[in-house]
């Protein structure tokens, strides 16, 4: 049975070099081939040896995801539904700015944490997602993206912030980060890559010791238990005060720190003196916080606040010497922006 391509590792393929005594530079080539070279067709490197080429042709599966349908906003967001090998299906996203792009990625099919304000969560959950469904899902979004906008296709950040909690599916996610920075093959600078959870304890414990350099964001949302209790039920197993400890120990640097994502709901936790609490929480942590519009869809029980109180909100929480930006509502109109993904339920779109 044939390995896939887009699950291994670099150091999966000096491993697999070396047990059919080809150089370990083989395994350079390849990355560089088939991730930097963007190619769709065998290795003919000059350099790459016959055995290297029967080993390729016997032994590794370049398979990927299909880009089933895409919807494309007025702002050039562009949603992909991509159908994996079973026939299940899961959506990611390509988010435009200044010419330059982001992929929100999904790390699972549907999701278990049942989080209130979230679409995905009303879809249930299948299964995880496979480091090679992941990475399929960029390679896919980079061709696309390549053919369809050649003057300006230009992937610089990478979030897991589509479908799925990352940190429930560690080890596909870790693998999956670690493909994306080697330098050999996509070489995303660590720091342009987030990693956002809930608050899946298990997960950040084991962060420290084998997540490689990229960053965390955690879904905060309330520093009230009763609130959060209420829109991510998995505070009553993993509480903030047993979470934010753990999050203070991950490595940091001058271009990494904690991302706290708060979205802010109309008449929910959007009063002046919960932000007061969650800036005395933070102010003493190296901590970045992103203010996020509640994207409303079919059937949501919250409403989204006015662009005067977020910024208000904003200007309580840097009263506290904590940065703080409001992130900008993209590709909401065709149910891609933050918490709206769920192709279950979404009307029929057209591929473009």
Same mark, same amino acid.
């Given at each position: 049975?044939?390995?896939?391509?887009?699950?291994?590792?670099?150091?999966?393929?000096?491993?697999?070099?070396?047990?059919?005594? @080809?150089?370990?530079?083989?395994?350079?080539?390849?990355?560089? $081939?088939?991730?930097?070279?963007?190619?769709?067709?065998?290795?003919?490197?000059?350099?790459?040896?016959?055995?290297?080429?029967?080993?390729?042709?016997?032994? &590794?599966?370049?398979?990927?995801?299909?880009?089933?349908?895409?919807?494309?906003?007025?702002?050039?967001?562009?949603?992909?539904?991509?159908?994996?090998?079973?026939?299940?299906?899961?959506?990611?996203?390509?988010?435009?700015?200044?010419?330059?792009?982001?992929?929100?990625?999904?790390?699972?099919?549907?999701?278990?944490?049942?989080?209130?304000?979230?679409?995905?969560?009303?879809?249930?959950?299948?299964?995880?997602?496979?480091?090679?469904?992941?990475?399929?899902?960029?390679?896919?979004? *980079?061709? $696309?993206?390549?053919?369809?906008?050649?003057?300006?296709?230009?992937?610089?950040?990478?979030?897991?912030?589509? *479908?799925?909690?990352?940190?429930?599916?560690?080890?596909?996610?870790?693998?999956?980060?670690?493909?994306?920075?080697?330098?050999?093959?996509?070489?995303?600078?660590?720091?342009?890559?987030?990693?956002?959870?809930?608050?899946?304890?298990?997960?950040?414990?084991? $962060?420290?010791?084998?997540?490689?350099?990229?960053?965390?964001? @955690?879904?905060?949302?309330?520093?009230?238990?009763?609130?959060?209790?209420?829109?991510?039920? &998995?505070?009553?197993?993993?509480?903030?005060?047993?979470?934010?400890?753990?999050?203070?120990?991950?490595?940091?640097?001058?271009?990494?720190?904690?991302?706290?994502?708060?979205?802010?709901?109309?008449?929910?936790?959007?009063?002046?003196?919960?932000?007061?609490?969650?800036?005395?929480? @933070?102010?003493?942590?190296?901590?970045?916080?992103? @203010?996020?519009?509640?994207?409303?869809?079919?059937?949501?029980?919250?409403?989204?606040?006015?662009?005067?109180?977020?910024?208000? &909100?904003?200007?309580?929480?840097?009263?506290?010497?904590?940065?703080?930006?409001?992130?900008?509502?993209?590709?909401?109109?065709?149910?891609?922006?933050?918490? *709206?993904?769920?192709?279950?339920?979404?009307?029929?779109?057209?591929?473009?």
């Amino acid at each position: 049975m044939k390995m896939p391509f887009y699950a291994l590792s670099l150091e999966d393929l000096v491993n697999l070099a070396k047990a059919h005594k @080809l150089p370990p530079q083989t395994s350079r080539h390849m990355f560089n $081939w088939y991730y930097k070279k963007k190619n769709i067709f065998p290795c003919v490197l000059h350099n790459f040896s016959f055995e290297a080429q029967r080993v390729e042709k016997e032994l &590794l599966d370049f398979s990927l995801p299909a880009i089933s349908s895409l919807a494309e906003s007025e702002d050039r967001t562009v949603k992909f539904l991509i159908t994996l090998a079973d026939g299940e299906r899961v959506e990611a996203v390509l988010i435009p700015f200044q010419k330059k792009y982001t992929v929100c990625l999904s790390s699972q099919v549907g999701c278990l944490m049942k989080c209130s304000f979230c679409f995905t969560g009303e879809q249930g959950f299948k299964r995880h997602l496979k480091t090679e469904e992941i990475i399929g899902q960029f390679i896919q979004i *980079q061709r $696309w993206l390549k053919e369809k906008r050649p003057d300006d296709h230009k992937i610089l950040n990478v979030v897991f912030m589509g *479908q799925g909690e990352p940190l429930h599916n560690f080890d596909a996610v870790k693998k999956a980060c670690e493909i994306l920075i080697c330098q050999w093959g996509l070489s995303l600078a660590g720091h342009k890559i987030t990693v956002s959870t809930a608050g899946y304890l298990p997960g950040l414990l084991r $962060w420290k010791q084998e997540m490689p350099d990229v960053n965390v964001a @955690l879904s905060l949302h309330s520093v009230i238990p009763e609130k959060r209790d209420s829109l991510i039920p &998995l505070n009553r197993k993993y509480p903030l005060a047993e979470i934010l400890p753990v999050l203070e120990q991950i490595p940091q640097g001058e271009k990494r720190f904690v991302t706290y994502e708060y979205l802010v709901l109309k008449d929910f936790n959007d009063s002046e003196d919960e932000i007061h609490q969650l800036g005395s929480l @933070l102010k003493d942590k190296k901590a970045f916080i992103n @203010l996020i519009p509640f994207n409303p869809y079919p059937g949501s029980r919250y409403q989204r606040p006015g662009d005067d109180r977020i910024f208000r &909100l904003k200007e309580i929480i840097e009263s506290y010497g904590l940065p703080a930006t409001v992130r900008t509502t993209k590709g909401h109109k065709i149910l891609a922006a933050c918490g *709206q993904l769920n192709h279950q339920t979404e009307k029929e779109v057209y591929l473009t």
